[in-house]
C-alpha cells in the first residue's frame, strides 16, 4: 500500500537502518532517465561528451562512463566509436528484446507464485485475442494455422512441440496488434519456458496432455477468424488454465 | 510474426547487414543469465570468484568486472566489499522498483502508441478489479478510502491530485493480491506521469474531469467492497478510457 504517512512516523522508520549510499554513477544514471522521462532526450538524441557531462554533473568522467556502460547494458543507450557525424553516445529505441530479457529475469528471480503468474497470462491474453478477433488479420491467421499444423504432427518432439506453442502464444498476442501487450505477453511466457519444458519432458500422459493442448489451440484460433471475442476469451482462458493444471500444479 | 522461415530465406535475409559482434563483457552477461534461467543460480548464490570465471570462461577480469556491474546495474547482482562470510557478489532478488523503472524507461522511449498503452491498462486493470472483488480484503478497501477522500478535497494541487490518482491505481492492483500484475500496472501509470500530469495542468475544464474522475474512483470501490466483479471491472474500463479521452486525445 502506498498511502502516505505523517512525516515524524516515516522518520521514525527510517530512522536507525544502515544508509544506503548512492554511488555517484547511479546519480549520473538517474539524471539522464529524469531527462528521458521529461521528454528532454529522447531516441536518437546525442548525449553531450563525457568530459562536458562530467563537469556539468560535478562528477568524475569514471562515473560518466560507468553510467553510460550500464545505461548501454540495457539497451537505453548505444555508443558509436569515431569522430564521424555517427560517434558518440546516443538515446536508443529500446528494442522489444530487452524487455522480455528484462522481465524474464524479473520473473525468474523474484520468485512469484505461479498462480499469480497464469492470472497474469490469462488478462493479457484474454485482452489478446478480443482484439485480434474484432482485427481478423488475414495474413495473422495464416501464421497461427501454419503453427498449428505443425504442432500436430505426429511425434514431435517434447521440446520443438514446447518452442511451437510458445511461437503460437507470441503470434496470438501479436494478431491482437498491441506492441506493449504482445511483449509482456512474450516475457511471461519466455520466462516459463523452463519449468514448461521440464514438465512436459516429465510427464507420463504427454500424448493426452498435447491432443488437448492442440485442441484448444484449434478451439481459439477458430473462434478469432470468426470474429467471436468472447468465446476467444473463454477459450484461451480455460487453455492457459488446463496447461497449468496438467503440467505445473501437479508435479 | 515468428513463423519460422525456410534456411535460405533467413540467410539471404541476413546476408550483406553488419555483423554484431558481442563484446566479451556481453557473452559473460549471456551465461549468468543462462544459469538463472536453467535454475542453477537463484537468489542468495555466491557467484564464483572473478578470478575464477576469467579463467572458466576464457575472458579477462577486465570483462568478468564489467558484466557484474552491468547486471548490478539492473538488480540482478548485488555486490559486497570486504573478505567476511557476506562478502563477494551474490544473486539478488529484484525489487519491484527495477520492473518499473526498466518498463518505464521501455514505454517512453519505444514510443507505444497512446492506444496501446490504455488497452495494456484496461486489460490488467480489469483483472485486478475482479480479483479485489473476490478478496474483498478490509486493510485494502481502508487504504482506498483514504485515497479517495484525499482526492475529493477540494482545491487539491493537480500535481498532488495526479499523484494520488497513480497511488489509487497502485493500490487497487494490490488490493487483487496479484504482485506481478500490481508491479506492470505502476510501471505503466508510472511511465505516463508526465504527459498525465500535462494535461491536467493544460485543461481549461480542470473542475469538471477531475469531479468525474473522482465518481469514477467511487464507482469502482463500491463495486469491490460489495464483490461484483464484473460491475467493477467494467466502472474501472470506463473510467479509464474517459480520463484518456479527457486528457490525452484532446490535445
Do not use: K
Amino acid at each position: 500500500m502506498t498511502v502516505p504517512t505523517t512525516d515524524s512516523t516515516r522518520l521514525a522508520y527510517r530512522a536507525w537502518r544502515p544508509v544506503a549510499q548512492p554511488r555517484a554513477y547511479e546519480l549520473v544514471v538517474d539524471r539522464i532517465e529524469e531527462q528521458i522521462y521529461a521528454g528532454v532526450l529522447t531516441v536518437g538524441d546525442r548525449l553531450p561528451a563525457e568530459r562536458d557531462l562530467a563537469s556539468m554533473l560535478g562528477v568524475s568522467r569514471a562515473a560518466v562512463r560507468e553510467a553510460i556502460r550500464a545505461l548501454a547494458a540495457q539497451g537505453v543507450l548505444a555508443s558509436a566509436v569515431g569522430a564521424g557525424r555517427d560517434a558518440g553516445t546516443t538515446v536508443a529505441a529500446m528494442p522489444s528484446e530487452a524487455l522480455t530479457r528484462f522481465l524474464r529475469l524479473h520473473v525468474a528471480l523474484a520468485n512469484f507464485p505461479m498462480p499469480d503468474v497464469v492470472d497474469a497470462r490469462v488478462m493479457l491474453e484474454r485482452g489478446s485475442v478480443r482484439l485480434a478477433a474484432r482485427q481478423r488479420d488475414a495474413e495473422a491467421l495464416r501464421g497461427l494455422e501454419v503453427l498449428l499444423t505443425r504442432m500436430e504432427t505426429p511425434g514431435l518432439d517434447r521440446e520443438e512441440f514446447n518452442d511451437l506453442d510458445s511461437d503460437f502464444h507470441i503470434a496470438l498476442a501479436e494478431a491482437g496488434g498491441n506492441r506493449l501487450v504482445a511483449d509482456i505477453t512474450t516475457a511471461i511466457r519466455a520466462s516459463m519456458r523452463l519449468p514448461i519444458l521440464q514438465s512436459c519432458q516429465a510427464t507420463g500422459a504427454w500424448r493426452q496432455i498435447s491432443t488437448r493442448l492442440c485442441r484448444g489451440h484449434r478451439t481459439i484460433v477458430d473462434a478469432v477468424a470468426s470474429g467471436e471475442g468472447d468465446t476467444a476469451a473463454a477459450a484461451v482462458e480455460s487453455h492457459i488454465r488446463y496447461a497449468y493444471e496438467a503440467l505445473l500444479y501437479t508435479r
